[in-house]
T-cell receptor, first 112, second 113 residues
């Protein structure tokens, strides 16, 4: 079936460096994508989203890039901080309703 | 202020002993969801309510049931927990508006002994 998945299970970066977390999706009809951050013992928290009519969206220290040609999504975190350590999930929202499909998650570890 | 509240945060139950997890919300959202999240995995939708209308995912085992007595509360009942049901259970709410994303609680971690 259709799926949303991630390439890297664990990413370790030095504090202050930039982080890039990748995600591949297979449903060509997907038109809305979201990145969530999940800290230990907490529920997923919204970070940033992007619709399929865009290829880039920027937030505070975060940027999401969407490449529809290769069905690829990435999250870039600038000047990574220890507080960014968490598991990051991409998710796709279906076209018919309100359901989220999550990808497999990437654990980001920030070294001081 | 917590808007989606799950109790308890940690729940231990015995193999085969029924257990109920609870979720309440102060957002007055129409939709309430239950997700199961096993260790190092993504959340997986079990079912959701739109108001009182129950929507079960096709692959959710019959062992999992849910109740929504009113807008604010939703319960997850596991009739006969197995060891494989140990997981974090996440409740979420949203308006039925495609622009509105689910707001997640902090989950209940279930241990089955």
């Amino acid at each position: 079936g259709e799926s949303v998945g991630l390439h890297l299970p664990t990413l370790s970066v030095q504090e202050g460096d930039n982080s890039i977390i990748n995600c591949a999706y297979s449903n060509s009809a997907s038109d809305y994508f979201i990145w969530y951050k999940q800290e230990s013992g907490k529920g997923p928290q919204f970070i940033i989203d992007i619709r399929s009519n865009m290829d880039k969206r920027q937030g505070q220290r975060v940027t999401v890039l969407l490449n529809k040609t290769v069905k690829h999504l990435s999250l870039q975190i600038a000047a990574t901080q220890p507080g960014d350590s968490a598991v990051y999930f991409c998710a796709e929202k279906d076209g018919a309703g309100n359901m989220l499909t999550f990808g497999g998650g990437t654990r980001l570890m920030v070294k001081p | 202020d917590a808007m989606v509240i799950q109790n308890p945060r940690y729940q231990v139950t015995q193999f085969g002993k029924p257990v109920t997890l609870s979720c309440s919300q102060t957002l007055n959202h129409n939709v309430m969801y239950w997700y199961q999240q096993k260790s190092s995995q993504a959340p997986k939708l079990l079912f959701h309510y739109y108001d009182k209308d129950f929507n079960n995912e096709a692959d959710t085992p019959d062992n999992f049931q849910s109740r929504r007595p009113n807008t604010s509360f939703c319960f997850l009942d596991i009739r006969s927990p197995g060891l494989g049901d140990a997981a974090m259970y996440l409740c979420a709410t949203s308006r039925l508006d495609r622009k509105d994303l689910p707001h997640f609680g902090n989950g209940t971690r279930l241990t089955v002994t």
